[in-house]
């Protein structure tokens, strides 16, 4: 143990003497952002150490100003030359003994190019000098490379996390990764505390602390070997979730997304851990592999605490394998970093109180006694497992316009699923593992009360209420058959009543497809760009497209928080020809409209295929929501949007692409692309 420590420590100081005879006060980081069509914007962006400062490019060239040197290749070109974007200090400087322009904290350096084909590599070289009150170090040269227009699929928001657009000050957020992936660890976190709480793990706390404290007196071993314990779970864990992400990878996530196969499997692995929780079978793993494993932990040492911690996964299986394949089914959608970051999140809160109870064993003393409230814990899991697994089926059958899943049958089942939720929770229902209920708890009353609550929320759906809370879970309100909302509004256009301000206006001719698409509210618009030219010629209003698809939850926030303002379906009513491009749907298109994309070369022949195609070619992007202010001649009035639920900023949006339309005003024209 003495050596051990002393290599550490040995490593620890040689890892620090060196760094301390290195400085690096100037980190740079690199990024590229799309401004319109073959057009991007590359971004050097300097992160500056405190009391260091780094040299802007307009100095004299006495003390090095910072350089860009870009090599020439005729697959692009410069626009402009490189600006900065910072906080320039100007003032004299005592290292040269003259007036500077310099920046601290951090800087942006930009460059426009415009390249030319369908992708291109931009590389370089930049040189720089940095100086404190002090001292200067050398000028240092940084190569850097960006890889342009090279879009890899097309897939939902989700999948593609966060891209940028930017002309000037504007800037949309299409994918809110980081957000999402955030969002993501706190879930996967708070799975990791569900698993605690089940009948196979929540027993094996007070087991598991005894054989790390076994060794006696020996308190600082037991106390190495549970960090080490508690680091093998957080490893094993999200081993599991890099093995996926290698495996996976981002090019099959719009297979994932949308296609049948892969959306029906994932809502039969959600029903089987369901009734997996409910008692009906338990998922185990083969007794050998536990066996092996617990043969290995006996051994003692260091390795002991390691082989501990794959027993206790391969034990915990039947209670966590549905929790872990929750995760990783949630995160299927061709990302890299999610299920690594969702099982990380698991396994941290999983590993925290085993390792915390090794350290501190008096704690286990406050423990409940594990008993009949542990298996009541699977089942509310196995109840929700049901309810989510419907969203699999419901992406699948909207897809492929099955028509099983409508909004009302979707609705009726949540409905049903929740009520016998909160009758479990009060004690009326009971599944075969379960314990007595001789009185209602103020836990249990308290969850049956919201249970409740949430069930008499979802009841006005059936009848056509909005559900705005819900709106990205649930299927489309075009779905649904009765729709109170809908039939008063034909009510008063049958009978002569004034209605809105803003009615359906009519569309200049039957829209394709419309047999099988809708759009929301109400609203009277195309799924065809030619038919939509076509009117906005007509008509002589601009178009309003959107990039949508039935498995896109954003799109349905969007539709309605926002669409559903009474402000934003007029203007969308009176002002706009509207035109839905549903990326994702699996129509088979007659031979004579199939397109050759010329991105990838290949024939689209569905609907969705064709429409994410336009959207790649002509936009360079390939998530869903985007929408694009056009008019009849292919000029794009505005900068593009993407998913926002500030009312506010999309009125700005419509409002922005009327004035330029009537002014003549545009960015560019997707027709010369």
């Not at 203007?571 to 706009?576: N, T, V």
């Not at 839905?580 to 290949?602: F, H, I, Q, T």
């Not at 869903?624 to 999309?650: E, I, R, S, T």
Request: net charge positive; with cysteine; charged share 20%.
């Amino acid at each position: 143990m003495k050596r051990f420590t002393f290599l550490i420590a040995f490593l620890i100081l040689m890892v620090v003497s060196a760094s301390a005879q290195i400085l690096e006060p100037v980190k740079w980081s690199f990024s590229s952002r799309n401004t319109g069509i073959n057009e991007y914007e590359l971004i050097f962006k300097a992160s500056i150490d405190n009391r260091w400062h780094l040299y802007s490019q307009d100095i004299p060239q006495a003390p090095p100003a910072t350089t860009f040197t870009f090599k020439k290749d005729s697959s692009y070109t410069l626009e402009g030359k490189v600006r900065e974007v910072g906080n320039v200090i100007q003032e004299f400087d005592k290292n040269f003994n003259m007036e500077l322009k310099f920046y601290a904290d951090s800087v942006r350096f930009v460059q426009k190019v415009k390249i030319k084909g369908k992708g291109t590599t931009v590389k370089g070289t930049l040189n720089f000098m940095c100086c404190d009150d002090t001292q200067c170090l050398p000028p240092k040269d940084v190569d850097f490379s960006f890889d342009l227009g090279k879009v890899k699929s097309v897939a939902s928001t989700v999948a593609i996390g966060k891209q940028e657009m930017a002309t000037g000050k504007d800037k949309i957020n299409i994918g809110g990764r980081k957000k999402g992936l955030w969002g993501f660890f706190i879930l996967a976190f708070l799975g990791g505390l569900l698993g605690i709480l089940t009948p196979c793990v929540f027993p094996m706390i007070p087991m598991t602390v005894s054989f790390f404290m076994k060794e006696g007196e020996d308190k600082a071993k037991g106390k190495m070997q549970a960090l080490l314990y508690g680091f093998s779970i957080i490893a094993i864990y999200t081993l599991i979730g890099s093995v996926l992400a290698v495996i996976a990878g981002p090019n099959i996530a719009n297979w994932l997304s949308t296609n049948w196969l892969p959306n029906i499997l994932f809502f039969l692995v959600f029903m089987a851990f369901a009734f997996s929780f409910f008692g009906m079978f338990e998922i185990t793993l083969p007794h050998w592999a536990v066996n092996k494993s617990d043969q290995k932990a006996d051994k003692g040492g260091f390795l002991g605490p390691v082989f501990m911690a794959l027993t206790l996964v391969l034990v915990s299986f039947s209670c966590t394998g549905p929790i872990v394949g929750t995760i990783l089914v949630e995160s299927a959608g061709g990302q890299i970093l999610k299920p690594i970051v969702g099982m990380f999140g698991f396994s941290l809160a999983f590993a925290l109180p085993f390792t915390l109870f090794a350290f501190f064993p008096s704690w286990l003393s406050n423990l409940p006694k594990s008993g009949g409230w542990l298996n009541s814990v699977k089942v509310v899991l196995g109840f929700l497992e049901l309810a989510l697994g419907l969203k699999f089926l419901s992406i699948a059958d909207q897809t492929y316009h099955w028509h099983i899943l409508d909004r009302e049958v979707y609705l009726a089942l949540w409905i049903v699923i929740f009520f016998l939720l909160g009758l479990y929770l009060l004690g009326k229902i009971k599944f075969a593992h379960d314990s007595d209920v001789p009185h209602v708890t103020v836990p249990r009353l308290l969850l049956s009360i919201i249970t409740f609550s949430f069930v008499m929320y979802m009841i006005p759906g059936m009848f056509g209420a909005p559900l705005k809370a819900l709106s990205g879970y649930l299927p489309p309100q075009t779905t649904l058959d009765f729709d109170m909302n809908k039939i008063v509004r034909n009510n008063l256009q049958v009978y002569g009543g004034q209605g809105t301000a803003s009615e359906p206006k009519e569309v200049c001719e039957t829209p394709k497809y419309h047999d099988f698409l809708d759009l929301p509210h109400g609203l009277k618009g195309y799924f065809d760009y030619k038919q939509a030219i076509a009117c906005s010629r007509k008509q002589h209003k601009p178009i309003f497209i959107d990039f949508t698809g039935h498995g896109c939850v954003n799109c349905r926030e969007m539709e309605a928080n926002v669409w559903s303002d009474p402000r934003v379906l007029k203007i969308l009513r009176d002002k706009y020809v509207i035109l839905a491009l549903y990326v994702d749907d699996k129509y088979k298109l007659p031979e004579d409209e199939w397109v050759r994309s010329s991105y990838d070369g290949k024939m689209k022949k569905t609907l969705g295929k064709k429409d994410a195609d336009f959207q790649i070619t002509k936009f360079g992007v390939n998530a869903q929501p985007f929408y694009v202010l056009m008019d009849n001649k292919g000029n794009v009035l505005v900068q593009p949007k993407a998913y926002d639920l500030n009312v506010d900023h999309f009125l700005e949006f419509l409002d922005k692409g009327i004035k330029n339309y009537k002014e003549g005003k545009s960015l560019f024209n997707i027709n010369e692309k």
